[in-house]
């Protein structure tokens, strides 16, 4: 009796979370047509890499770079770039809140505010991710037809849930330091930075000097977009289970971190009423 | 006094205003500009990565790449720090804020114009200069062709917005038009990766060929068919942008709105 009334109180606790994410998902529903509108930029810079790659590969008077033939360059760049385009501005609800004090009204829900805030952005995050997906694939597609990229695809897919798990732990530690101070758009804007290098947008991991190749390999940042991008156009059981076992570890060590940080910030707040 | 010297005056102590209210707030003036710099040397590190392992680009070297941000961040950022309200004019026109200008005895392009600063555009100026010290020619030609590179990519920039922005005087709001923003997005990439008619719309409707190309055009070496082009297009831009904007001010109605220059 006692293991069945914890397996329901498990099962209501999963379904109020996913609740969550699903009101979530019809609330961005609503403003599909504002991200389409809005993601026209991700078309923009897209196209200045499809010629900025075209004119490389041409010069090396090579069929394949690092690794990369022109169709995966460009298919690596339209994941990555999707990836990061739809990570929603947590910071900014965030800083918010805690400006404003609305935490005081989400902190007496009966939910966790860490993970309600979780569900919440892993909805908006995959209704981006299909405006992005969508857009970035019809220029793919118009360049070099169906792409030949196996079970690319369903590879992204997997490997973005950690992908954006992991930039919503490390975005979310950023952002409860507006516990402490009031201004956290400098620690993300510098965060966001170290990602673009390091985290592997704008150039896939492989082209990079060998010695930044190993700073990359033991830092969190990879497992954003690298992750992901090379899951999508170098699709192989092997290599995406390594990479979710190193996404798993990240995530385990960054929840932790999280955790402490949230309970002092909890500790040091006041919330002036009114 | 002469006109000019009075209206240089004028401009002056607007800058110097603008100044001074942007950096009463000092660390938010320092950490605008600050993550301004920081976010234009990503781009120096991926460039830098970039020819570590592609020596060449279609005639382009590293050098030449430094110096494309050079000129486009230090015009956009001369731009936005002087005349910040260029990409503003559409906005201003529909929402009646042009009375203000209008009511007092100034040229109204000029004060519209210098009546606002960026601070982040700051930043960009600053960056533009640390990179010509580190990766520029420094002779006093290097020196006089780099300023000459900026005032013309500063006024592309300012009066191809002037030329946008003043057609809310005919179709009114103008918001999401091409702007600066489009034109510097182009304008940071060497342009002979683009080809065809990409490349024509880049030397036409939206002149960003003509920033890009100044690294090879004048910076390593003058050719005298791009320089010319470039003074013609600019001199176009300068002239057209502003008889737009006057000719576009004749059909302006007032509104009701009262306002404040402060």
Redesign the interface.
Known sequence: MNTLSKNWRFRDKVQKYFSVGCITVRNNFAYLRSFFIRSW?LL??LF?FV??W???YQ??GSQVI?GYTYEQMIWYLIFAESIILSSPRLPIKIEEEVKKGDVGYQLTRPMSYLLYHYFSYMGEAYVRLSVNIVLGSSLGLALFGWPHLGFGLLGFLLVSIGSFTVNYLMTMILSLCSFWVE?TR?LV??YN?IL??IGGL??PLE???RY?QTISHWLPFQTVAYFAANAGVHFEWITIGKRLLIQLTWIFFLSFLLRIIYQKGVRKLHVNGG | MSTVAKYTRFALACWKLNLAGAMEFRLSFF?TAG?MI??NA?WI??WQ??F???H???GWQVSDVMMLWAVTSGGFGLANSFFGNADNIGNIIVTGQLDTYLAQPKPVLLHVLISRMSVSALGDLIFALLVFGYFGEHTWLGVIKFTVALLLSMLIFVFFSVCVQSLAFYVGNVEGLIGQE?IV??AL?PT????GM?KVFLFTVLPAGFISYMPLGLLRQIQPLFFGAALGVTTLLVFGGTALFYHGLKRYGSGNMTGMRM
Request: glycine share 4%.
């Open positions: 930029f923009v810079i200045i010629q900025l075209r004119i490389t010069g090396e690092a201004e400098g804007f510098v930075k673009f290098i704008m150039l082209i990079f000097p930044l | 950490m993550m920081l976010n990503v590190f991926f990565i970039y570590h392992r592609f060449l680009v279609n489009l997005t182009f990439y002979d990766i683009f080809r990409t």
